[in-house]
């Protein structure tokens, strides 16, 4: 089971829900490019996305006014 460490992970934003919010942005966006190319997917969508918002290659955006409140 994929276990990914939430502290570094939540280093890149302000909240758990803006990290659950873009990890399902993320694995739509990739879910629908394997379907368009038709490409099959060894590892689940949401595991996919949690990898590249851990390894900086999507990048969370928040409003100004979240960023603010800290």
């Known amino acids: 089971m994929f276990n990914p460490d939430i502290k570094k992970l939540l280093t890149n ?3 758990r829900y803006s990290l659950v919010t873009a990890t399902a942005k993320r694995a739509r966006q990739i879910l629908d490019d394997a379907k368009e190319k038709e ?4 590892e689940k969508c ?6 590249d918002i851990a390894d ?7 409003p100004d006014r979240l ?4």
Request: glycine share 4%; aromatic share 4%; charged share 30%.
């Open 13 to 15: 934003c302000n909240s």
């Open 39 to 42: 490409i099959s997917l060894d």
């Open 46 to 51: 949401v595991s996919l996305a949690i990898e």
């Open 56 to 62: 900086g290659k999507y990048v969370i955006e928040e």
């Open 67 to 70: 960023k603010s409140d800290i």
